[in-house]
T-cell receptor, first 114, second 112 residues
């Protein structure tokens, strides 16, 4: 059984460029989450998708960050005009709906902005 | 917002020793979660706690949900090399297993 997959595993970009990070959740999981982990830090919530509901974007740090989820499955996190402070590991997780459902994490995408 | 403070930040122990770490919050949590993260991987859930005072074990791991609902601890008995990693506590920002807030982690290193 496949877990959560993310691509690319590593991304190096120049300041000012746009990047797209992809997440493939576990099949059948209706909830999908994006988190950001800066070096030596815990995870910081970014955005949450649940079924067909409007996403909870309350964690996005600026309007340069956006995410979409197509067909209730694959999600793409886009960062426009990247800045050096965007450098971090971006983690995606998915879960079944309902209370007490475990979030399964992907391996993350390490983003480095030069 | 809610903050989770973990201590210690790092631990250096010898194989076979027991480990204890804790997590405190500035506000009440209804659920406490303990995750482990290894290099290059996402966090993996170890133990979930849903009731104040609850004590739950998973093999050599034991975790407790503090009575005040503002703290939790994780113990690892008889540590082995594969216990190396970063341990995070986490809890839902709102009731229900939705977006989580994470502690800053405790990095465990085992000295051969």
């Amino acid at each position: 059984g496949a877990g959560v997959s993310q691509s690319p595993s590593n991304k190096v970009t120049e300041k000012g460029k746009d990047v797209e990070l992809r997440c493939d959740p576990i099949s059948g999981h209706t909830a999908l989450y994006w988190y950001r982990q800066s070096l030596g830090q815990g995870l910081e919530f970014l955005i949450y998708f649940q079924g067909n509901s409007a996403p909870d974007k309350s964690g996005l740090p600026s309007d340069r960050f956006s995410a979409e989820r197509t067909g209730g499955s694959v999600s793409t996190l886009t960062i426009q005009r990247t800045q050096q402070e965007d450098s971090a590991v971006y983690l995606c997780a998915s879960s079944l709906t309902g209370v007490r459902n475990e979030q399964f994490f992907g391996p993350g995408t390490r983003l480095t902005v030069l | 917002g809610q903050q989770l403070n973990q201590s210690p930040q790092s631990m250096f122990i010898q194989e076979g020793e027991d480990v204890s770490m804790n997590c405190t919050s500035s506000s009440i949590f209804n659920t406490w979660l303990w995750y482990k993260q290894e290099p290059g991987e996402g966090p993996v859930l170890l133990i979930a706690l849903y009731k104040a005072g609850e004590l739950t074990s998973n093999g050599r791991l034991t975790a407790q949900f503090g009575i005040t609902r503002k703290d939790s601890f994780l113990n690892i008995s008889a540590s082995i090399p594969s216990d190396v990693g970063i341990y995070f506590c986490a809890g839902p920002v709102n009731f229900g297993n939705e977006k989580l807030t994470f502690g800053t982690g405790t990095r465990l290193t085992i000295i051969p």
